[in-house]
């Protein structure tokens, strides 16, 4: 009898995610899985199926359903802060990973998931680590619009496309590091191990190629929005 609870559990649970929206299939699910209807929940979606398990704690309680390309993720948060979710998902699993927004209440697991699906596109080929959505949303409205986004790449690296690989990658992983640290051209060097000048020297190159200045904010927005597309578009030379 336990064994046919869990399963159609696992049923209703699958239903949920999948965003079908059956009358009182929130309400059954809930009663099934000992979970409340209206509670908050967490979706996450990683690609490398761990082997080992997710204990519940700290009143998290966690229900993991497989699928072909990964494995979902579904947390029952309680009152927990979301916030923490990525580090203690991370030491189950490497990633990379994504997590949706939190759902208030069942019914909105569909969402969630498809939205945690979304964090999980912004990472980079390689990368590792659970991702919130709410960390990536530049990088999410990217990733939703690809035929636009390979339009802006276009538009604005054109011309870095056609420059030698090695060429490219220097001069994209320099305005990288320069927006990481916050346009700060001596902390972008140190971070680049070259001078400050050659840093401004990149940069200057960099706004002449793309037609496109760094300190007008409609084109740095363009050029981060570009940048973004181009990671998550082309693998790296």
Avoid: K
Avoid at 74 to 92: N, S
Avoid at 118 to 131: D, H, R, S, Y
């Amino acid at each position: 009898m336990q064994r046919r609870s869990d399963e159609r559990g696992e049923v209703l649970l699958d239903a949920l995610l999948d965003g079908r929206s059956a009358p009182g299939l929130a309400a059954r699910a809930a009663a099934v899985l000992g979970v409340p209807e209206q509670g908050r929940y967490a979706v996450a979606v990683v690609r490398v199926r761990p082997a080992g398990q997710l204990v519940d704690a700290d009143g998290l309680r966690f229900f993991r359903r497989a699928r072909a390309d990964g494995e979902l993720v579904v947390v029952a948060l309680g009152d927990r802060d979301p916030a923490g979710l990525a580090p203690l998902l991370a030491r189950w699993c490497p990633g990379p990973g994504g997590i949706g927004p939190v759902a208030e209440g069942l019914a909105g697991l569909g969402t969630a998931r498809r939205l945690a699906e979304v964090a999980l596109l912004t990472c980079v080929p390689g990368e590792e680590g659970i991702v919130r959505l709410e960390e990536r949303l530049p990088a999410a409205l990217v990733v939703s619009q690809p035929e636009l986004s390979a339009r802006l790449v276009a538009d604005v690296f054109g011309p870095l496309l056609d420059l030698d690989p090695a060429d490219r990658a220097l001069l994209v992983r320099t305005l990288d590091a320069w927006l990481e640290c916050g346009g700060s051209a001596g902390r972008a060097a140190g971070r680049l191990y070259c001078h400050r000048n050659t840093v401004l020297n990149r940069l200057r190159r960099l706004e002449q190629l793309t037609s496109r200045s760094l300190s007008r904010p409609r084109e740095l927005i363009e050029m981060m929005l570009a940048l973004d597309a181009f990671r998550l578009s082309v693998s790296p030379p």
